[in-house]
């Protein structure tokens, strides 16, 4: 049986053994092995989870930003739209200003009609009677309301929704009507006209003519 002494001895024995195997344990390779750089690689994966701001760790986070390649590629695939609407849009013929001139309503208009908002644009389209001549033919003509078709479409659709369209709801040739928002805010009245000059830039480019209405009342700007 040991006495405390005799085991206080064997401790510190023991603590300077394990000082000395510290202290001999031999020093890693210059170059490490395939299972040290293995790792290596796996502790560096794990910091950057981690830390993504640690050093070493550049391509953690990769930028959300577009690069230039892929900024050149939108504004192509741009152009490339605009110069097909505009392509479909020369079928229409020019159009007739003494048609849509004397038109003083809203629901009287009979080519496509843009209602500018903060976020969209409405589309109005009225269309032509299937048969023009249903009373002789027994039938009833359509009123406008039925033949009347609205869509809301973003800012940058406008040309395809445009170009979409028959060439029967142009009876006044290649002009569209357009108007501010009669319902919305005074707060929203900023944006809205900042949309209704855009898109009256994107008309022209087009070459489709403008007719701006104002108010509520159907006022013509012209």
Known sequence: MLT??????????????????????????????GRQRHCKAIQLALLCALLPGASGCKSASPSSAPSRAEMRQERKAEQTKMEAAREELE?????????????RTKEAYGNPFLVVHPQT?????????????????????????????????????LPQALASLAPDVWPYGRVVAIEESPTAPKAERVAIRRNVEAAIQVLNDLGVVVDEWTGSNGALLR
């Open 121 to 157: 644009i409405t589309l109005t389209v009225l269309y032509r009677d299937q048969d023009p001549n249903g009373f002789t033919g027994g039938g009833m003509l359509r009123p406008a309301k039925a033949r009347k078709q609205e869509v809301d479409v973003r800012p940058a659709d």
């Open 91 to 103: 079928q229409i013929p020019p159009p007739s200003k003494n048609r849509y001139l004397s038109v």
């Open 4 to 33: 405390n002494r005799g085991a206080h001895t064997l401790a510190q024995s023991g603590v300077c053994l394990a000082m000395l195997d510290f202290v001999a344990r031999p020093l890693p390779p210059p170059f490490p092995t």
